[in-house]
């Protein structure tokens, strides 16, 4: 008896336990007290169709183009609402440019010094085609736009550790020594809509913790 009594104890102790995991597992991350990082864009991802766009290349805006044509192809096949549709967009390692604005592209020569040049003329570029509408794009290219995708409810989230890139081009063209100021100026160039994250790899998997389906879109 005494030994049924034990293993039942224990039974019931590792049940316990693992319904105490399973509480904290499934208990949504929330951002500690005076956080410097802003998490508030966690509570906008209610859609009942989610996504994040993991974006670590340029390929000219690709991911962004992905993630606004997943939300019209919804639209098409289902007549998805657009408040329907939670899409995460993260711009990290080599994407992170694209969080940039066209006076940060012309100022700093971002074209020139990540090699990215017109497919058809083979010059540097010296805007960002994600930053705003070309001249000559057809009607609905706003949303193909850091700033139209942010304004229509999309999420743009930028890593941080990326943006040690950007501060260092800032600091090598204008001579700065200090983190602080070349951080402060580069974050002047930031493009409306973006949210800075600790890191890309958070963001994605942040995003995934709030039911975002992952997809790796440049």
Request: include cysteine.
């Amino acid at each position: 008896m005494e030994i049924q009594r034990r293993i039942f104890l224990g039974t019931l102790g590792a049940g316990a336990l693992a319904a105490s995991v399973d509480s904290h597992a499934n208990a949504p991350a929330t951002a500690i007290a005076g956080s410097a990082w802003d998490m508030s864009w966690t509570a906008r991802v209610i859609g009942k169709h989610r996504a994040v766009f993991d974006s670590p290349q340029l390929s000219g805006g690709a991911g962004l183009f992905r993630a606004v044509t997943w939300k019209h192809q919804y639209a098409e096949v289902y007549g998805t609402a657009a408040e329907e549709m939670s899409g995460v967009l993260v711009l990290r390692a080599e994407g992170i440019w694209l969080a940039m604005n066209n006076a940060f592209w012309k100022d700093y020569k971002v074209g020139e010094s990540q090699n990215f040049k017109h497919r058809d003329t083979g010059a540097f570029r010296t805007v960002n085609p994600i930053a705003s509408a070309m001249s000559d794009a057809g009607s609905g290219s706003a949303d193909v736009t850091i700033p139209g995708f942010a304004g229509s409810g999309g999420i743009v989230l930028a890593c941080h550790l990326a943006f040690g890139s950007v501060m260092d081009l800032v600091k090598k063209t204008d001579k700065i020594a200090a983190d602080e100021e070349a951080e402060k100026k580069a974050m002047t160039y930031l493009l409306p809509g973006v949210i800075m994250q600790p890191s890309g790899v958070f963001a994605a998997l942040r995003a995934q913790e709030a039911g975002c389906g992952y997809i790796l879109a440049s």
